[in-house]
């Protein structure tokens, strides 16, 4: 409740900052100290366990501690997202104020999706989550790609929202008493109305849509590509893992007992997913666009915490957002700096700027899942929840096999960067590395390493109480 | 036959109707004006179910603002014979396929619920703008303060998009 206070009131004070305030530095200050802020509250929510705000919402949204450290894990990610790529953020266009006030009222809808007890606010999450990322894909509107990717994206979108608003609609006509409380659809296996199965097939398919899961990806490789980079990164870490926060939520709360039912088809979009995102990402020339195959392909492994859904695959989730998150945050600041994205112009990085080399590398080795980093911990967490769940060995063995495949794609760029010769004749700029940037880069690779090597630091928040 | 239950059946006919008329009819504009008659068809369910509030909202939003903007895009656009894309056949198939079976699973929903409550044609007062009106500023106060946070994210949003650089 405080997150969601805080972060729309930081959303109208950039719009007016942008509005009224001529410096273009002071918005990237201004929202840097609201993210903050914006932890801060969360903070003290965790801490009190209620909310500093007194207001009588039925139960409408519940809190857990689960679900504000999860959060908490979320603001941090954007509170590093501002300090390493505020500048790209002030480089898109004119409107910087609206942007960062774009990203505040995501934020909002993120805080929504974590905290959520009615199907009403599930939507309303969702939609205020959308809205805003639709706009920010096509801010570079001197950019025909990001134009398209904009169209592109809110057509889909719109769409993957009717489907889950017919969902609700079919849910809340199936459940005994029509209500909008997730935890009364869930009236177990004997009594479940068909309607609810067919609105849990319509919901599973629009919040798949949402985190760019196979086969409702399709929207995904080109959207991550148009949109300014900055904003990629936003939207494929904290927004996506906020889509998978509220998956976990809903469906555990709401189809928790048919589980096994729905099972299966949460192991062919798992299945389908990891095949999609590693394999086309072998292909692609462009670091950005691998990048985004990759982010599909990270979504797989998301959809474990689906499958298994016990106390294991939840701490694994918030780990995975964790892992997963700051070195995508990382790897698409650096991308965000370069000009070209293709892999020959990470040629010899490691010669010309050895610090964010040097970092590039430990995110690619975290999202490849190499022990000692983050994404080694939050896979292990993952693998061991579907062992524990159903003993499901043949699932856990696919996971690793394409787990290895990703190791193809994501060690050309270290290959590149450390074993090819620097491009003499045409050398690529990389865009104002200065030693703040450096600095947070250099933050984020030490906090990779630290939550692998002690991830209950992350975990002991969610059982705060 | 109670003339209620003609009229239920008259706006049944009505809405699915127009609802094929819609998606069969060549002409974007056509498809357009069978878009309306379907809301108004609906919202006469609406009247009938003691909703006058919702039925009146329902044609305001719909048949008056949003097919506005339907209208405006067709033209906009300026779809005619020549600039009509080639329609392929293969997705046309699959289309046909996967709709298809959306229809069947939710056919077959259908069938299996036990149609034991008719329908019930004006009973209940949750309709009235008078209860609503109590239930959207008491028990619903909260989600309905939170979407305004959505639409004015869609006010910025839009002066954004279509500000000159």
Request: hydrophobic share 55%; with cysteine.
């Amino acid at each position: 409740m405080n997150a969601i206070v805080v972060s729309a009131f930081m959303g109208i004070l950039m719009m007016f900052t942008g509005a009224f305030v001529k410096n273009r530095a002071v918005p990237r200050y201004l929202a840097i100290a609201g993210a903050i802020l914006l932890f801060l509250a969360n903070a003290i929510e965790l801490k009190q366990g209620q909310p500093l705000f007194h207001i009588n919402i039925y139960d409408m949204l519940k809190t857990s501690s689960y679900s504000l450290g999860f959060l908490a894990v979320m603001i941090g990610c954007l509170i590093l997202l501002f300090l390493l790529s505020g500048e790209d953020i002030e480089r898109v266009g004119h409107d910087v104020g609206e942007y960062f006030a774009l990203i505040f009222f995501v934020m909002c809808g993120v805080a929504i999706c974590a905290t959520f007890n009615t199907l009403l606010f599930l939507f309303l999450g969702i939609e205020i989550l959308s809205i805003p990322l639709y706009i920010l894909t096509g801010s570079n509107k001197r950019n025909l790609l990001s134009i398209e990717a904009a169209l592109k994206y809110f057509l889909m979108g719109s769409f993957s929202t009717g489907l889950l608003l017919m969902g609700i609609a079919m849910v809340y006509g199936g459940t005994p008493n029509a209500s909008f409380y997730i935890a009364s659809i869930d009236v177990g296996n004997t009594a479940t109305s068909p309607f609810i199965i067919i609105g849990l097939i319509l919901m599973l398919v629009a919040i798949s849509f949402k985190v760019s899961a196979a086969p409702f990806h399709f929207w995904a490789p080109d959207v991550y590509d148009g949109a300014p980079t900055v904003f990629t990164s936003f939207m494929s870490t904290i927004v996506k893992v906020a889509g998978f926060l509220a998956f976990i939520r809903l469906f555990e709360n709401s189809f928790g007992a048919i589980h096994k039912d729905w099972q299966k088809l949460i192991v062919v979009i798992t299945i389908a997913t990891l095949f999609i995102g590693n394999i086309t990402a072998i292909f692609q020339q462009s670091v950005k666009r691998m990048l985004a195959y990759s982010s599909i392909a990270q979504a797989g492994f998301m959809m474990l915490a689906l499958f298994a859904l016990n106390d294991r695959a939840k701490e694994g989730m918030v780990l995975y957002a964790a892992a997963y998150s700051i070195a995508a945050i990382g790897l698409f600041g650096i991308v965000s700096r370069m000009n070209e994205f293709t892999i020959s112009d990470f040629n010899g990085l490691g010669k010309t700027h050895p610090v964010v080399a040097f970092t590039a590398t430990i995110f690619l080795l975290s999202l490849t899942g190499i022990p000692l980093t983050a994404g080694f911990q939050s896979k292990l967490y993952m693998l061991t929840s579907v062992v524990e769940n159903s003993n499901q060995v043949w699932l856990v063995i696919v996971a690793v096999i394409f787990s290895a495949i990703s190791a193809y794609y994501y060690f050309r760029v270290i290959q590149a960067m450390y074993f090819k010769e620097p491009n003499t004749e045409d050398p690529v700029e990389l865009w104002n590395i200065n030693g703040w940037f450096k600095s947070v880069l250099i933050l984020l690779a030490i906090l990779t390493i630290i939550i692998g090597i002690y991830p209950e630091w992350i975990l002991g928040w969610l059982y705060y109480w | 036959m109670s003339i209620i239950s003609i009229l239920f059946y008259f706006l049944s006919f009505l809405a699915v109707g127009s609802a094929i008329m819609m998606l069969i009819s060549k002409n974007p504009i056509h498809s357009i004006l069978w878009l309306i008659v379907i809301f108004f068809a609906i919202s006469g369910h609406y009247v009938l179910m003691n909703a006058q509030f919702l039925a009146i909202v329902n044609i305001i939003v719909y048949a008056g603002a949003i097919m506005v903007l339907f209208l405006f895009v067709v033209m906009l656009m300026n779809l005619n014979a020549e600039t009509e894309p080639v329609k392929n056949h293969r997705l046309q198939l699959i289309g046909v396929v996967s709709g298809g079976l959306l229809l069947l699973v939710l056919l077959s929903a259908v069938m299996k619920t036990k149609a034991n409550l008719p329908v019930q044609m004006v009973v209940g007062e949750e309709g009235l703008i008078q209860n609503l009106g109590k239930t959207l500023f008491t028990y619903y106060v909260v989600p309905f303060e939170l979407s305004s946070i959505l639409f004015l994210s869609a006010m910025v949003g839009a002066v954004v998009i279509s500000k000159k650089d």
